[in-house]
C-alpha cells in the first residue's frame, strides 16, 4: 500500500509553530519566504509551475498564526488546497507593480514598526525577487528592516519528522526498483544517451512523479566526471557505467548512484568498488548522534584517501556527501570543516570517490537515516563486487 499524498496540517502547523519559537529568540517580526522549497516546507505547496521565472511568489510567516501567502492569482485555487487561508493576490506578471505593493502593506500589517524581517542570506539560499523590487520593497517598509533569518528554515528543515523520512525512503524505493532493472536498457553497444532517456523511463514505470535529476558518465577504468550530460557514444567493454539519480516522489527526493561494469571488471575497477563499499560502512559506522559531519568526512577519507592529508578528498565533488530532503542536495556538507553534530531524524548521503589514476576517477553514493541507535541505509546497500551488464 502506498502512503497518502502529502502531509497533514499538523505538521505545518509544528512547522510554523518551532519557528516562530526562533524567531522570537532571534528578535523577528516574519519570516519572508521567496524561494519554492521554503514555500513548500511551510504551506505544502507543490507545482512544477516554478519552471516559469515570470511570476514572483511571496509567503510570510509571521511571528503568531499561520502563514500569510502573496502570490499571483494563477496560484491562487492550488494554495487554497494547502492549509493556507489567509491567500492575497494580485495579476501577474504585472510591469508597474509585480505583487512589491501587495507584499508591503501585508509585512507593514503583521510586522511592527521597525520591526525586523528575516530573509535567508545563508550558504545554499538566494532570494528570488528581482534586484530592483528588493529596494522598492525595502523602501515601502519604512522603519522595517529586512535582516538575515538567522538560518531558522536551514535548522528546521536538517531533521526530518517520520512523514518526511517515510516519503524519503519511498522515493530511494523507486530508484532502487529502476537500478535493479539497468540489465534491462544497458550494455555493450548500446548509446549511453538512450541509457539516459530508458532509465528515466524506467523510473516513472517504478513510480516516480518526475526525475528532475539524472547525471552519469561511463568510461574505461573509470570516469572522468559525474555531472556531464550523456553522449550518443556507445558503451564499450571494460566500461564502467555510473547513473547518479534524484527522482521525485510527493515532493521528496533520492539521490544515490550505481556503478556497473560493462562485461568483466578489471582487477582496478573491481578492487576501487570494494573499496568504495567499505568506505560507505566506514561512513554508516561512524554516522551517529553526537557525531560531526566532519567526522564522517575523516572515516570514509580514511578507506578512500589513506595515504593522502587528511583535510583532502579524493573525490571531486570536494564533499563525501549532504542532506538530502525536499531537495536534491541540502545541508549540511560531509567536509573537514562542517562541525554541524549528527541527530536523530536526519537524512544525508554517504558519497565516497576513489582516484583511479589517469584522471579517473569512481564513486559511488548511499541514502541513510540517523536513529538513536546509529545510521540506518535507507537505499538497498550495493555489494563489494560490481554488478556486471
Keep these: 500500500m502506498t502512503a497518502p499524498r502529502g502531509l497533514p496540517r499538523a505538521e505545518f502547523a509544528a512547522r510554523c509553530a518551532k519557528a516562530q519559537v526562533e524567531m522570537a529568540r532571534a528578535g523577528l517580526g516574519a519570516l519572508l519566504l521567496t524561494t519554492e522549497v521554503e514555500l513548500r516546507y511551510y504551506t505544502g505547496f507543490l507545482t512544477r509551475f516554478w519552471e516559469s521565472p515570470t511570476r514572483p511568489w511571496f509567503v510570510i510567516v509571521p511571528s503568531a498564526g499561520a502563514p500569510i501567502a502573496v502570490i499571483p492569482s494563477i496560484g491562487a485555487h492550488l494554495m487554497g488546497q494547502t492549509w493556507v487561508e489567509d491567500i492575497r493576490t494580485w495579476s501577474a506578471p504585472d510591469y508597474g507593480d509585480d505583487g512589491i505593493g501587495l507584499l508591503a502593506e501585508t509585512l507593514r500589517e503583521v510586522v511592527p514598526d521597525a520591526g525586523a524581517i528575516g530573509l535567508a542570506s545563508h550558504l545554499e539560499s538566494h532570494v528570488r525577487i528581482p534586484r530592483a523590487d528588493l529596494h522598492r520593497l525595502e523602501a515601502a517598509l519604512g522603519a522595517r528592516r529586512l535582516i538575515d533569518d538567522a538560518a531558522i528554515t536551514w535548522r528546521l528543515r536538517t531533521i526530518k519528522s517520520e512523514p518526511e523520512i517515510a516519503k524519503i525512503t519511498a522515493a530511494v524505493a523507486v530508484a532502487d526498483r529502476a537500478f535493479a532493472r539497468v540489465d534491462e536498457i544497458a550494455g555493450a553497444g548500446v548509446p549511453l544517451e538512450q541509457v539516459f532517456r530508458r532509465f528515466q523511463m524506467l523510473c516513472l514505470e517504478e513510480g516516480a512523479d518526475w526525475v528532475p535529476y539524472l547525471a552519469g558518465a561511463a568510461g574505461r577504468g573509470g570516469y572522468r566526471d559525474v555531472i556531464s550530460p550523456a553522449t550518443e557514444a556507445p558503451l564499450q567493454p571494460g566500461d564502467v557505467l555510473m547513473l547518479d539519480t534524484g527522482v521525485i516522489r510527493d515532493g521528496y527526493f533520492c539521490d544515490f548512484d550505481r556503478n556497473y561494469s560493462v562485461g568483466p571488471p578489471s582487477a582496478a575497477v573491481a578492487s576501487a568498488h570494494a573499496r568504495l563499499i567499505e568506505a560507505v560502512d566506514a561512513g554508516l559506522a561512524a554516522a551517529r548522534p553526537g557525531a560531526r559531519f566532519a567526522d564522517l568526512f575523516h572515516a570514509m577519507n580514511a578507506v578512500v584517501r589513506p595515504s593522502g592529508p587528511p583535510d ?59 536513529r538513536e541507535g546509529g545510521a540506518v541505509c535507507l537505499s538497498r546497500r550495493a555489494g563489494r563486487e560490481i554488478v556486471v551488464i
Design 312 to 370: 583532502a578528498s579524493a573525490s571531486e565533488a570536494g564533499r563525501l556527501g549532504h542532506g538530502l530532503g525536499l531537495q536534491l542536495t541540502e545541508g549540511p556538507s560531509i567536509i573537514p570543516g562542517d562541525d554541524t553534530v549528527l541527530a536523530p531524524g536526519m537524512v544525508l548521503t554517504l558519497e565516497p570517490g576513489v582516484d583511479m589514476g589517469g584522471g579517473k576517477i569512481m564513486v559511488h553514493e548511499e541514502d541513510i537515516v540517523i
